[in-house]
């Protein structure tokens, strides 16, 4: 009797359905890896923006409007505060006697719930809230220590959806 070359069809069959078992546990774990490094990223972001928009207003000091003073004594922007950041970031914040309120907003998709997670604080939101957060209760066209840096296209690519982070500090 001849021996047979190759597979049979029922052994093919079993390595097929232990592959396509194997492809469906490792999506699901892919997914949320995927997902936690977005919300990870975004956070970081996020933090790194407050934190060096501190730094500067210690450093640097504020102009003669209130604003925080970039390295050149104009007012800091946010390519002055990170190089390499997207267009999906923006800087809102506003001046009452040194007490500097500040909004850093993102139209990155992220889960809000991991970038809370990382980032206690952050708020999902709309464009009005952004502004009536950072400086409650002033008309914004009248408001002289208001201050922003919002990139081209910001609310056109978020569908006004932002992850928002609130903080204030005071300058000394």
Not at 77 to 106: C, F, H, M, Q, W
Not at 147 to 163: M, Q, R, V, W
């Amino acid at each position: 009797m001849r021996k047979k070359n190759g597979f049979t069809l029922i052994e093919l069959l079993i390595v097929l359905a232990v592959i396509a078992a194997l492809i469906a546990t490792m999506t699901p774990l892919a997914l949320n890896a995927i997902r936690r490094s977005q919300a990870s990223k975004v956070a970081q972001n996020i933090k790194i923006l407050a934190n060096m928009l501190e730094v500067a207003a210690y450093s640097n000091g504020l102009t003669g409007e209130g604003a925080v003073a970039g390295i050149d004594g104009d007012e800091i922007r946010l390519k002055d505060l990170v190089r390499d950041l997207p267009d999906s970031y923006a800087l809102l914040y506003d001046n009452e006697n040194g007490k500097i309120t500040a909004t850093i907003s993102t139209s990155d998709r992220a889960n809000l719930a991991e970038v809370q997670r990382l980032l206690p604080g952050t708020q999902k939101g709309n464009w009005g809230e952004i502004q009536s957060r950072t400086a409650p209760g002033k008309n914004k066209t009248d408001d002289k220590d208001f201050f922003h840096d919002i990139p081209d296209g910001f609310k056109t690519e978020s569908n006004g959806e932002f992850i928002n982070y609130y903080f204030s500090f005071q300058i000394y």
